[in-house]
Nanobody, 126 residues
């Protein structure tokens, strides 16, 4: 079992930055691939970024490539999402997710979450 708690969301102006954090419980965090998803009002939840258990493989949605960076600190049981150059279309609830089957190479489109966090709201104002 893994419990995930997100933090760091808020209101930011266009072009600004935010860093989301996801703190995980459990001794086996370092063996989980991790991901960030988001869901905007009236839209389906979509994957944003994923990182493998070792932190040496990442993949991103085209819409955030070059602006967002996913990273992890296994010693702190935490995964991060650094978001720069934010746009109004980035407004959404952001969810942290964990997959219990570790991969050497992680692929955004095949990442299947086993656990979810409760979400944190990110609002980008224009």
């Amino acid at each position: 079992q893994v419990r995930l708690v997100e933090s760091g969301g808020g209101l930011v102006q266009v072009g600004g930055s935010l860093r989301l954090s996801c703190a995980a419980s459990g001794r086996t965090f370092s063996r989980y691939d991790m991901g960030w998803f988001r869901q905007a009002p009236g839209k389906e939840r979509e994957p944003v970024a994923v990182i493998n258990w070792r932190g040496d493989s990442t993949d991103y949605a085209n819409s955030v490539k070059g602006r967002f960076t996913i990273s992890r600190d296994n010693a702190k049981n935490t995964v991060y999402l650094q978001m720069n150059s934010l746009k109004p279309e980035d407004t959404a609830v952001y969810y942290c997710a964990a997959n219990g089957l570790p991969h050497t190479i992680v692929v955004l489109t095949t990442f299947r979450p086993d656990y979810w966090g409760q979400g944190t709201q990110v609002t980008v104002s224009s």
